[in-house]
């Protein structure tokens, strides 16, 4: 079974062979508590219950914390404790990487116990073969760890879904009484990583690396914490012998296909398109499965010569084949740039639109999935397949708005039943987005009739506008907070 460090409120992950930890990383871990408010994906408006969560994070210089950003996600209250739980001050995030999973944590006013404490280093980069030793903060105070070796090198995805970054996978023996969060990991007494999961059938440990951290360190470095870098492609693999035949890839080149590049993207800025094989990413060749050899750790995948390895701002050069040619394009690195769907909506309230009862949202990753454990069947086949093939959906737009559910009203008569129906039109202008749809109907119609253009059956929509600022007003006096949220857009 494999264990991910899922919601707790106390810290009881034990070991079979625990032994104390030494001074020196003693004085560097601390722990971390949490109080955790989401929105709700199906009624944007309002927020679930607060969830607690208790953590570890290591003290590094300058008084700042690093743990994981699966502990401050959607966090309303943040504060440091010392070991023996006798101490604690306030914290605020000064740097967040959901994608990565990693935050960057400071006390709010004084310092209080962090001052007597001693920061850690952050060690050079491991290897396979390296000892790392495990660190837990028992209910009492007292520390121990559980040492293990690195057995590999892995790209993971350890908290939003399809992200992957550099982790080590350490070979060790643990047994938990209970779930936890945020392990930090030590290499000859230097701080190298925080677990994030274990399987205790493999006995098998995941482990952020110390590559990615000092990455993400470096960033945050100047207050203004950018991310990790992104190319901005789809791809697939170039395995089938047909498939290189049809793309005249010479025998002794690997490759992978590019079906899809993101508008926003720095491939898109380059010159990439749909078609290319990519060949190499800075003098590194690419296999026909995605791998590339690293001079250190072995065989890792591609995308780490992006994310991994760079920063954004940063050129690099890719070599991709064309119509039977090899072509060199400079590459200016850039963020990961705005999807169709949102993966996610950590740290920022979802926007939505009601007016007049009909309910608008921009479609996401975590709408779909307030379907339940079987979102993926059970969501509506409309927005599944806007998951599945973004890029039939993305001309003319820059997020897909979806009336989401219809509350009875006497603007919305004969519409009761309608839901997750995908916005087509308003007034005969194509809807971007949600800001978009909302100074639409903020405008006042030549027939004083809104037309609303959807996807399905009844395709069109008419809206009354003296009726729907009745409506509206109804819902404020009603005790609705908000009846809008939405952002700008250049």
Known sequence: MKLHFLPAFALTFLTVLSIPVSAAIEDSVLRVNSTLQSYSPSQPWEKTSPQKLRGLGALL?????????????????????????????????????????????????????????????????SKPGDSVDIV????????????????????????????????????????????????????????????????????????????????????????????????????????DPNFRKWLQIPADQGGLYINRVLPTSSANAAGMTKGDVLLSIGGHPIDRKGYFQHPDYGPLYWTHLVKGSRKVGENVEVEVLREGKIKNLD??????????????????????????????QELSLPYLKA??????????????????????????????????????????????????????????????????LEKALAQTPENGLHKIETDDIPYQIY????????????????GLPLLSRSYSVE
């Not at 760890?145 to 060790?172: D, H, M």
């Not at 939505?352 to 009909?358: A, C, D, E, V």
């Open 463 to 478: 809206l009354d506008q003296i009726l729907t600022e009745s409506v509206d007003q109804q819902f404020k006096t009603s």
């Open 371 to 436: 379907f339940g454990k079987d979102w993926a069947t059970r969501a509506p086949m409309n927005l599944l397949e806007i998951l599945s093939n973004p890029e039939d959906f993305e001309e003319g737009r820059r997020r897909v708005v979806v009336l989401t559910r219809v509350i009875p009203t006497q603007a919305t008569i004969g519409y009761e039943r309608m839901s997750n129906q995908v916005v087509e039109s308003v007034n005969g202008q194509p809807v971007r987005g949600l800001p978009e």
């Open 136 to 239: 837990q903060l028992e209910d009492n105070g007292s520390s121990q760890t559980t040492s293990g070796s690195i057995r590999s090198l892995e790209l993971l995805s350890t908290f939003v879904s399809g992200r992957y970054f550099l982790c080590y996978e350490v070979k060790a023996s643990m047994q938990t009484e209970g779930n936890s969060f945020t392990l930090p990991a030590y290499r000859d007494g230097k701080f190298c990583g925080l677990l994030t999961s274990y399987s205790s059938k493999d006995q098998i440990c995941d482990i952020l690396s110390s590559d990615i951290i000092s990455a993400f360190l470096k960033d945050a470095e100047d207050g203004e914490y950018q991310g990790f870098p992104s190319m901005g492609v789809g791809f697939t693999t170039t395995e």
């Open 61 to 125: 210089s300058g008084n700042r914390v690093l743990t994981t950003a699966q502990m401050v996600a959607d966090q309303i209250y943040l504060e440091l404790e010392s070991a023996d739980s006798t101490q604690s001050v306030p914290a605020k995030v000064i740097a967040v990487d959901y994608d990565a999973n990693l935050a960057l944590l400071a006390p709010i006013g004084e310092s209080g116990f962090l001052s007597k404490m001693v920061p850690a280093e952050v060690s050079p980069p």
């Open 331 to 360: 590459l200016l690195l850039r963020k990961s740039g705005e999807r169709l769907l949102a993966s996610h909506l950590y740290g920022q309230a979802p926007p939505f639109l009601i007016k007049g009862g009909l309910v608008f």
